[in-house]
């Protein structure tokens, strides 16, 4: 419990506001240290005498402002105190102070991990020395030239068209191209329920905008792509991170997040998960979406791999196995062609769409016509299907190329995974291995990755690498592995402990 | 006085929160109609009998959920309580009722004005018929070969680097030409404070959502850009309509608006003002910036129509005359050159940039580097000023064509201004016509424009029109201001009351 909290129910402030203003207070004047964990509420709120409904509130009013984050099968702890920069004024205060002319920004901006994307996409972007840390294309596959010839087409036949504002939602026959892409993988969709988006990025944040409110709860895989924890740092929303094993979310600690936090919204990547490489196995697909009807949460896939299978058999989406009536779709061709294009879509049913158009509008008022058209007619062409010819066995072998480096370099203590597609192999050290001193003494000596601490709503995963191969050549691999190898041997602690997650054996609170 | 309000000062529910009670369930039951004026907060006081910032209070709350809107000079009005959809849930709450699963969206897509942009935007692309509602060149001007020859030159040359992901800021050159034509134009502005967009649409989303928290008040023209409401809308702030004349905002107003609001930032266009074509002075505008000054108000300076001057002195812009401290530029490609390629951007002090770029990080990861490359080789190669050499004369040439189909078919007593430059007109028929009854009409006769209640952040405005010149012919013009004429003169109300606004005489409290 935390020391000094006296209820005072004769105040004009809320017993719950009372108890969250302790723990912020506390937080603030350093009594309580980041990453504490609260008292399960069950025993606060006998400790105090209030009622346990009380005490959720106060939770989730910090969690609201960003003060906690909460996780599931582990319990509810306290942020950095720096990194709540801004929380929304009380009606009839004056946020509008004399040192905060310039400096006091909204939650949008300066919200718990809003800037973590950033980071990982400074690293990706970085291409000096060796990168493992971009997850794209090789550069020297991009079909640059067959990309020109359907650009100088769409410029010299509808120049003027596509130059002009075009409609919010897409360029009709793009729309209708992913339409029946979608369908040819057996899902139940119409072009209309199809906006095309700057890449998955902005089909990530209109999905999150359209439905969640600050303090609202989302469940999480965890850990999960940066982006998507930035997002919901940006609004505020509530991360409800649940644990993955090697299928993904686990649906006993699922069952459990839905029943407890009654989420708004379920984020997942059930293919070639970011950045576990995990696969969602048919059964477990079925799982997760019976346990999201029953719950009625909605269900964001996020498939931004599809079409970079390297082995195996593809896996029905969630969208077409529920007939995409609750699944909201989103995907790119940041991945399986070219980044640069910024076009990705997002397919939701009819309600949810109308509302993303509506959002999409006053956010940019629609992706540019030209690129749009100009990728429908290179995609028309086949372009795509002759990029992936050539990117996959490339692919392939750098796969195998740096699963072969892994083995010879790295401790045999040390764990990766043997991803069945997507872009990168992920690392798992024992538990006290310090990454970020890793990632800083690889980066001297010129080898990007990410860390692991970038995919999660905490700070955990320090003990845990990204590495991408499919932008680097096989000798750059070998080399950048061996390089990596090194400096972890130079590192393994004398008494490793196990990387797996510690099972949750026991009910847990929050 | 609301009927039937009672305080009770033992409830645990704050004073406040009783009085913004008491006032939502009469807007929602019909006794008090949308459009409704609230009782001034002194007089509402003094018959509660409580603290005259309690119902300060009461009503900011009202406002920062869409309850209400204010006026200054005017008051605090209902608004129709169909329009307030969403609000944030209480902590503890449960949104997630039966009804609600794919039907209960956020603020952000059902606030107040948050679809105004998308009709003023699908009568803008509508291109059957005779359109004056597009605010862009005319499309036979565009310059689709010349910018072709740029874009396969950048294709050509630098394929593989702007096909990839580029800087979240923007691409580096296009950001040292930006930062260059500002400072030709009086600003003290370096590239890095340059951050590209998808438009002046994001710039403004982007810039809104960095400084504002829902409830924040903030200071509009009335009437404004359509674009600049539905992000308003979509984050729940309060917007403040200062009345403009012929010369833009009125200070006097606007001063009594920045001392009883206390606003996070104001929103103006000095330059060809959307709608009403306003050009603000060179001492108003030093004015203004005095004001804002003093009031440590953020100023958003939207300058779209920079280029399109058609006569007259060019007038420094308030980033210039400011010296780039305290007002954030935003200005646009989509008007002077090409709609479709969704290029603007944002000038701002350099704290704001980090915040904008890190909001821009997460909409989307970056504007697309192949249109920033092919814009930059085009704009590097004379073609904006070339495009505008060719296209100016004609809008000129469109304008006076208007001007004088206007005089020729509008009655005697409709009043329409003389813009310097910009793309429309904008007529001002008596205060009790019914431009609605109108559009319809026109539409039907193949004439679509902008009515004027679309620029509002109420529902004033319904006697104005905003006809676009620069996309029709000459003889399109004639034949449509001839159509609208007569439209006009079978509805000219037999007393018709003045178009102008009502001066503001008294001191208003709200």
């Given at each position: 419990m935390l020391p000094g909290l006296q209820i005072d129910?004769?105040?004009?402030?809320p017993v719950y506001r009372q108890i969250a203003d302790g723990f912020r207070g506390a937080a603030l004047d350093g009594r309580l240290r980041p990453g504490h964990r609260l008292p399960p509420t069950r025993d606060l709120a006998r400790q105090l005498g209030v009622n346990r409904q009380t005490v959720v509130a106060a939770y989730e009013h910090l969690a609201a402002e960003g003060w906690v984050h909460s996780q599931t099968g582990k319990g509810t702890f306290l942020v950095d105190p720096r990194t709540v920069e801004s929380r929304s004024p009380e009606p009839g205060s004056e946020r509008d102070t004399a040192d905060g002319w310039l400096t006091a920004f909204s939650q949008a901006v300066d919200g718990p991990n809003v800037g973590g994307l950033l980071s990982v996409y400074q690293t990706a972007t970085a291409?000096?020395?060796?990168?493992?840390g971009a997850s794209y294309p090789a550069r020297e596959l991009m079909p640059v030239e067959a990309f020109g010839r359907a650009m100088a087409a769409t410029l010299r036949d509808a120049g003027r068209e596509v130059l002009s504002y075009g409609p919010t939602a897409g360029h009709a026959p793009l729309r209708e191209l992913l339409a029946a892409t979608m369908r040819e993988s057996g899902s139940r969709i119409d072009p209309e329920n199809v906006l095309v988006t700057n890449g998955a990025q902005q089909a990530i944040e209109l999905v999150f905008n359209t439905f969640l409110e600050r303090g609202d709860a989302v469940i999480i895989e965890e850990p999960t792509y940066t982006g998507a924890l930035s997002v919901l740092g940006s609004i505020g929303a509530r991360a409800v991170a649940v644990p993955v094993d090697e299928q993904g979310m686990r649906p006993d600690l699922l069952a459990m997040a839905l029943e407890r936090h009654r989420p708004r919204l379920m984020y997942v990547q059930p293919t070639f998960h970011n950045p576990t490489t995990a696969v969602m196995g048919e059964d477990r697909r079925r799982q997760l979406l019976a346990l999201a009807t029953r719950n009625r949460c909605i269900v964001v896939e996020d498939d931004w791999a599809s079409g970079l299978r390297l082995e195996g058999d593809e896996l029905p989406t969630l969208h077409a196995l529920d007939g995409g009536s609750h699944v909201v779709y989103l995907s790119t061709f940041s991945k399986r062609l070219l980044p640069g294009l910024r076009v990705g879509w997002v397919a939701a049913p009819t309600s949810v769409t109308e509302r993303l158009i509506r959002l999409k509008q006053i956010r940019d008022?629609?992706?540019t016509p030209l690129l749009q058209a100009a990728l429908q007619s290179f995609l028309r062409e086949g372009g795509l299907d002759a990029h992936l010819q050539r990117v996959l066995p490339v692919n392939r072998e750098r796969r195998d190329c740096m699963l072969q480096a892994l083995t010879r370099h790295l401790p045999a203590d040390a764990a990766w995974t043997r991803p069945e597609g997507g872009l990168f192999v992920w690392v798992t050290l024992p538990r006290n291995f310090d990454g970020q001193d890793l990632l800083l003494a690889a980066r001297r000596r010129g080898v990007h990755y990410s860390n692991g601490t970038l995919f999660h709503s905490n700070t955990d995963g320090n003990h845990t690498l990204r590495l991408t191969?499919?932008?680097?050549t096989p000798s750059q691999i070998e080399s950048g592995v061996e390089t990596l190898g090194a400096l972890i041997h130079e590192r393994w602690p004398s008494r490793p402990d196990s990387g797996d997650p510690k099972p949750v054996e026991t009910m847990p609170i929050f």
């Open positions: 129910h004769d105040s004009s402030v291409i000096e020395g060796i990168s493992f008022c629609g992706t191969y499919s932008t680097a």
